[in-house]
């Protein structure tokens, strides 16, 4: 089973920031949060992934909360194209990734 | 750079067939990963290699399906006498190295079977 609950979908108006919530509650302390984003038709996308501390790189931004047991993934700028289902994943193990049913974003214009 | 490929992108089968579906990971990548995807839902783990070495295969869902990397570089996924719960989209993942490396997707391969 999944270790994370995320909102099955999110509407975001096109040019505004996209924030998408996680729960990870029963996160270990060595486990990492990773977000992949899967567009219709294709392979999961690479996002970001962190431990404990705030992450931010040219797609996104992850902000984890002290506790670690909630993340939040930011797009500051959504666009159309940004319109697909978002996975928060906590790596299990050193292998498999567990993905829920993440959350369908929808970039409205 | 080239990423992960698979081929074919989309396979249609009669229950009963046996299909082999192939997995070019990106080049110097250790690990290897195949997932199912139902329709709908998120994928699922099916088996990983490291290098020529076949670690985990706890999630292939019956001794229906088998999986190889014999030399460490490409990895076919074979499914004998195919049922049509088999019918999903097969993904594979490779990663650098051997521990916790971010997994990089290819486009997955949609399989149909009637």
């Known amino acids: 089973d999944a270790k994370t609950t995320q909102p099955p979908s999110m509407d975001c108006a096109e040019g505004r920031a996209a924030n998408l919530p996680c729960n990870h509650s029963?996160?270990?302390?060595?486990?990492?949060v990773y977000w992949y984003r899967q567009i219709h038709s294709q392979g999961p996308q690479y996002i970001i992934h962190?431990?404990?501390n705030n992450e931010t790189n040219e797609m996104a931004s992850l902000i984890i909360t002290e506790d670690r047991k909630s993340s939040t993934l930011i797009l500051p700028h959504a666009t159309l194209r940004d319109t697909a289902v978002y996975y928060c994943?906590?790596?299990?193990?050193?292998?498999?990734?567990?993905f829920g049913a993440g959350t369908r974003l929808t970039v409205k214009p | 750079g080239a990423g992960v490929s698979q081929s074919p992108r989309y396979k249609v089968a009669k229950r009963g067939q046996d299909v082999a579906l192939r997995c070019d990971p990106i080049?110097?990548?250790?690990?290897l990963f195949w997932y199912q995807q139902a329709l709908g839902q998120g994928p699922e783990f099916l088996t990983y290699?490291?290098?020529?070495?076949?670690?985990?295969k706890s999630g292939l869902p019956s001794d229906r399906f088998f999986a190889e990397r014999p030399e460490g570089s490409v990895s076919t996924l074979k499914i004998q006498r195919t049922q049509q719960e088999d019918s999903a989209v097969y993904l594979c993942?490779?990663?650098?190295?051997?521990?916790?490396?971010?997994?990089?997707f290819g486009p997955g391969t949609r399989l149909l079977v009637l």
């Open positions: 962190g431990l404990k």
């Open positions: 080049s110097g990548h250790v690990s």
């Open positions: 029963t996160i270990s302390g060595n486990e990492y």
């Open positions: 290699f490291q290098n020529e070495a076949q670690l985990d």
């Open positions: 994943i906590v790596r299990v193990g050193n292998n498999d990734m567990r």
């Open positions: 993942a490779s990663s650098l190295g051997a521990s916790k490396e971010t997994q990089y």
